[in-house]
């Protein structure tokens, strides 16, 4: 009966913690599992809307990509023609491609290229070789330096052009720059979908290996509870069979000192 105390102690103890790390483990599958649910019903809802703005037939802004945080400058220095497909043959409207310039002109000093920070086809080499990155405080100063066909934009989307035109990034808002802007957003969600799975995936695989603790643990428990009740039974019959024992030597006992007094 003591071994059996000892043992469901035990048990009980095992299945406690068990109990306690499942719950652990299953409170954060759920939580790995929502994260998951909410990015994929995002990424759904992004990917609807931007394919629901691609023009038929293609556009160049598809085949280009642009650092995080530069989609408004880009925005800005191609606007609307972004839109445009790239074509090949003489019979249709786009971005055809032209072999660079043999002596390119170079932007003013101290401009950097806005090709710094955009991966772009070939079809846009000469358009995008013109175009500087610049604070929109030194638009105005660096716009009269501007050659034929060059512009500037800043970060925030603003513009100056070769021939005097400017625009200003709250006057005019591109929708290339939203739609480059959910672009980036979409391949960051889907990174994010991505890891999330995999943090899914292996909370899933932790909670089912202490669900299987758990299971094992609570059957062991139930297995010590069920050794201690039959101990506890055999402790008590083996009373009752010491009660009855004693009670015969008492008898017998009784009989004995009786046959010595009658001799």
């Known amino acids: 009966a003591a071994e059996a105390e ?10 406690s913690e068990a109990q306690g790390r499942e719950a652990e483990a299953r ?15 995002e990424v759904a809802a992004l990917a609807r809307l931007v394919h629901r703005d691609t023009a038929e037939g293609g556009q160049v802004l598809d085949l280009l990509r642009v650092q995080s945080g530069y989609e408004k400058a880009l925005g800005a220095a191609l606007a609307d023609d972004l839109r ?15 072999p660079g310039y043999a002596n390119p002109q170079t932007l003013p000093e101290g401009v950097k290229a806005l090709t710094n920070y955009v991966a772009v086809p070939d079809v846009l080499v000469r358009r995008m070789g013109q175009v500087g990155l610049v604070d929109r405080k030194d638009g105005p100063r660096l716009q009269p330096d501007l050659k034929p066909g060059q512009r500037l934009v800043s970060i ?19 929708a290339a720059a939203l739609r480059l ?14 890891e999330a799975t995999a943090r899914a995936d292996g909370a899933s695989r932790a909670h089912e290996v202490l669900k299987a603790r758990l299971t094992a643990t609570t059957a062991a428990d139930a297995a010590a509870r069920e050794a201690r009740r039959r101990a506890d039974q055999a402790v008590t019959e ?3 069979a010491l009660s009855r024992a004693e009670a015969d030597r008492d008898i017998a006992g009784g009989r004995l000192e009786s046959l010595k007094l009658a001799v």
């Open 238 to 240: 083996a009373g009752r």
């Open 156 to 174: 925030e989307g603003d513009l100056w052009r070769w021939d005097g035109f400017r625009t200003r990034a709250e006057d005019a808002p591109s």
């Open 27 to 41: 409170a954060s599958r759920s939580e790995a599992e929502g994260e998951v649910s909410a990015l994929k019903a």
């Open 6 to 15: 000892a043992a469901l102690l035990a048990a009980d103890d095992a299945r």
């Open 181 to 194: 802007q959910q672009l980036n957003r979409l391949q960051e969600l889907k990174q994010d979908l991505e």
């Open 84 to 98: 445009a497909p790239a074509v090949e043959g003489d019979g249709s409207s786009g971005w055809a491609r032209l």
